[in-house]
């Protein structure tokens, strides 16, 4: 089957740095999206991983290596608009033209003062 | 670009009713998802679109849901004889063509039904 496994629930304080967890089991790889989604609202994309690595992205880096099917989210000088909602998802390769993402649960990450 | 959106943002029905809810792609991209989310829940797939024609559709979607997107530009999530079961957050997102990070898929703010 295809999976994604994260935290549940994480807790941080203002100023500090926090990583957020996503290994996956997926048949073949195209990709993995790392969204925020705040409460009520819908997810907003911030990173996009295909080669392993890390990429940075202001406060935000995400990591990813394809042999370990591991990824990360690393959040930096944490303020209080990061309390959020953290999703991982993976394209898995398919045939034909279907880009169906598999998502995880998401990890809810309280910052606090 | 206006991004994605979606009407109505709110719908409070009966049970039993039929509702209807619409979204509004990226105008350039070609492919159309709906999603179903809970509380604490990441987004549940429904459907997909690319262009007018209906790629897959989850078989957890009983008979009571279908969706269109005609002219392969809006798209439309229609739920009969709705359940309180049905009571979620529905989502719709598009994304583009060519593989890679275009694949990135760009979520409209979201339906949210209360079935009473």
């Known amino acids: 089957g295809q999976n994604i496994d994260q935290p549940t629930e994480m807790t941080a304080t203002e100023g500090a740095i926090v990583q957020i967890n996503c290994t996956y089991q997926t048949s073949g790889f195209n990709g993995l999206f790392w969204y925020q989604q705040h409460a009520g609202e819908a997810p907003t994309f911030l990173s996009y991983n295909v080669l392993d690595g890390l990429e940075e992205k202001g406060r935000f880096s995400s990591f990813l290596s394809r042999s370990k099917g591991y990824s990360y989210l690393l959040l930096k000088e944490l303020q209080m608009k990061d309390s959020a909602s953290y999703l991982c998802?993976?394209?898995?390769?398919?045939?034909?033209?279907?880009?169906?993402?598999?998502w995880g649960l998401g990890t809810s990450l309280a910052v606090n003062p | 670009d206006t991004g994605v959106s979606q009407n109505p943002r709110h719908k409070i029905t009966k049970r039993g009713q039929n509702v209807t809810f619409r979204c509004d792609p990226i105008?350039?991209?070609?492919?159309l998802y709906w999603y179903r989310q809970t509380l604490g829940q990441g987004p549940e797939f429904l459907t997909y679109f690319q262009n007018e024609a209906q790629l897959e559709k989850s078989r957890l979607l009983s008979d009571r849901f279908s969706a269109e997107r005609p002219k392969g530009s809006f798209s439309t999530l229609e739920i009969q004889r709705t359940e309180q079961g049905d009571s979620a957050m529905y989502l719709c997102a598009s994304s583009g063509v060519g593989g890679g990070s275009t694949d990135t898929q760009y979520f409209g703010p979201g339906t949210r039904l209360t079935v009473l």
């Open positions: 998802a993976v394209s898995p390769r398919r045939a034909g033209n279907n880009r169906k993402l598999i």
């Open positions: 105008s350039e991209h070609n492919r």
